[in-house]
């Protein structure tokens, strides 16, 4: 979620204080590594002055500079500059924007960053995190290209797999890539229900089904965080708490009219399910949603504000103990690319700023996703709304998982190494192999597997590419088969940020189901399309010889498998709605409630 960072126009008199901060004495006895850990947590807690306690319990984007040198302000997202942060406002917590042109660049950057923290009065080290970065997906409020790092299906191309060693094995990859640039924090894994159909943020989680997310995602966390968190996890942040799935008409909460999620089936704690295999495999870290519940015995706010959920529901009930981070801009308001961008402050939108944050923090929550004022926790202490002591119980927690990290006893990683590690052949090899083994044929009237050097006409394919299996030529008249490409569709909105949410209907435009008909009637047709959402099919299925389906597959990954290179092995994981009007009755937190689907949940043909 991009930065709605404000301007931090409450910090504190120093004057208010006797001694300024940074001639305060130090007791270094935190850095000796043979103290048990939770003491090294105490011997620090008890000198950071409330400023530095205050720094803890912010999280906002900050951007890699040109060359590797640590970022200035980004006026495009409002993220103020990284150096100031860290030593005016005293933050540790960053959520990693963009990508370097290369690893060992990225390395480097982290260290500069790390050298920043250092020169500190505590030097408490910086803990990075990031939206995912191994699939195909290019959102800025979800995540980020796979640059440097080895490519691999979005996380719905994982589900239709199905392999829980083969998801672990992608995740303990993606930890040695992410360790090796300095990578702490992985703002995943996504584990909301898909049960409704049109919601844009189903491609980053494992479907519908809650079985199949229960496994999968307890196998992503064991990969990246391993059997308990230690100096070579990344630590997880599972989103979103209680699950974000069940949005009304399937609208986003980033935006107003997404806000709410609603349970018309009473599936509220079927949404449960993925987050208690969450717990038992040991998830460090909660991210709860923006939506707020709508008909449930929770309070109408949302969820990081919602002490029901966060206290009641997520501390009481399931006992969790780590840490509790909000998703990203729920105080301030901003503006993105030059658009206002209001604060995801859902039922609560009448607070203020101030309100609002005391309100995060009575709900249970311990760090504010997105935000970067820490001059207004400090306010909000030294008024007297808010005793120091509870900001001391996250303090805690945040400061626990640095030490468990092994921040303080090796901030600094190798460039030279992470050059190595990302990107390696070995793991963009396993990454071209699960595109492959994801790719799902829907239906195949004896077409597939293709023939080599065969005459194609194409259609959304890169004819360069296809080149090299077969003779491209001009029209359908001339082929002997024709291969489409397409996009699950979604509607056009108003603004650039919201365009990046595919969302709306799932019913392709009436010129593109034209198009595709035309050529099937002219010469036997092969249609591929990418899933980010369960497009509607039906005008196509009875024309087209076949239909197989991606989830992030490289185009060379797409033709191995239409030409018999590799065999396809996905099977759905969701249901494929036969016609908007059965997606409008579906009830949106119930799986596998579309009437008569086109195709079911766990279909895949082989060959």
């Not at 509220?268 to 987050?275: A, C, D, G």
């Not at 295999?277 to 040991?282: I, P, S, V």
């Not at 360069?464 to 569709?489: D, F, I, K």
């Amino acid at each position: 979620m991009p930065d709605t960072t404000a301007t931090d126009t409450t910090a504190t008199d120093p004057t208010t204080t006797a001694t300024p901060a940074a001639a305060l004495p130090v007791d270094p006895r935190f850095r000796d590594a043979s103290l048990p850990l939770d003491e090294r947590v105490e011997i620090l807690l008890g000198q950071m002055t409330l400023e530095e306690k205050a720094g803890l319990f912010f999280q906002t984007m900050i951007t890699i500079g040109e060359g590797g040198t640590v970022a200035g302000p980004n006026p495009l997202f409002g993220i103020a500059d990284s150096a100031e942060m860290i030593r005016d406002r005293h933050m540790t917590h960053f959520n990693v924007f963009g990508a370097a042109a290369s690893a060992a660049e990225m390395a480097e950057w982290h260290n500069r960053v790390q050298e920043v923290a250092a020169s500190t009065r505590l030097g408490i080290p910086v803990t990075l995190s990031t939206d995912p970065r191994h699939s195909f997906s290019d959102n800025p409020g979800a995540a980020i290209m796979a640059g440097p790092f080895s490519q691999w299906p979005e996380t719905l191309g994982l589900a239709a797999i199905g392999d829980e060693q083969l998801v672990e094995r992608f995740a303990d990859i993606a930890r040695q890539e992410y360790t090796a640039v300095g990578i702490r924090v992985a703002l995943h894994p996504q584990i909301d229900l898909a049960t409704e159909p049109r919601w844009a943020r189903q491609v980053a989680t494992f479907g519908e089904d809650p079985d199949l997310t229960s496994r999968l995602g307890a196998a992503y966390i064991r990969g990246f965080q391993g059997a308990e968190l230690g100096p070579d996890s990344v630590a997880t942040m599972t989103k979103h708490f209680p699950g974000g799935g069940p949005q009304k008409d399937g609208e986003d909460p980033h935006f107003p009219y997404g806000r709410e999620q609603v349970y018309p089936g009473g599936a509220f704690e079927t949404h449960l399910k993925p987050f208690e295999a969450a717990f038992e495999a040991g998830t460090s870290q909660i991210m709860p949603y923006y939506g707020m519940p709508v008909g449930t015995e929770y309070e109408e706010v949302g969820f990081g504000f919602n002490k029901s959920v966060v206290t009641g529901l997520l501390r009481e009930r399931y006992g969790f103990d780590g840490i509790v981070c909000t998703d990203w801009g729920l105080l301030s308001d901003a503006e993105i690319a030059g658009q206002p961008f209001p604060a995801r402050a859902w039922g609560v939108e009448h607070l203020s700023t101030r309100e609002r944050m005391a309100k995060v923090l009575d709900a249970g929550a311990d760090q504010f996703g997105g935000e970067a004022i820490p001059g207004l926790l400090v306010d909000l202490v030294r008024s007297g709304e808010l005793p120091e002591e509870r900001l001391d119980v996250s303090a805690r927690r945040l400061l626990r998982e640095k030490f468990r990290l092994g921040l303080f006893d090796a901030p600094l990683v190798d460039p030279a190494r992470a050059a190595e590690v990302v990107g390696n052949a070995e793991f963009v090899a396993a990454g071209e192999a699960a595109q492959r083994a994801s790719v799902t044929l829907l239906k195949n009237e004896g077409i597939l597997p293709l023939s080599r050097g065969a005459k194609v006409f194409v259609h959304g394919f890169d004819p360069e590419v296809v080149a090299g299996y077969a003779t491209v030529v001009a029209t359908p008249q001339e082929a002997e088969v024709a291969l489409v490409r397409l996009h699950a569709p979604y509607e056009q909105r108003a603004t650039v940020f919201e365009n990046f949410f595919h969302a709306g209907s799932l019913d392709f435009p009436q010129e593109t189901v034209d198009e595709v008909l035309a050529i099937a009637r002219a010469v036997p047709t092969v249609l591929e399309v990418f899933l980010d959402r369960p497009a509607i099919l039906t005008p196509f299925a009875a024309e087209v010889r076949a239909i197989a389906a991606d989830f992030g597959a490289s185009s060379a990954a797409l033709l191995d498998v239409l030409f018999g290179e590799a065999a396809p092995q996905g099977r759905l994981p969701m249901d494929l709605p036969s016609s908007m009007a059965a997606v409008v009755e579906n009830r949106p937190d119930v799986p596998f409630d579309t009437a008569d689907p086109l195709y079911r949940f766990g279909h895949g043909l082989g060959y």
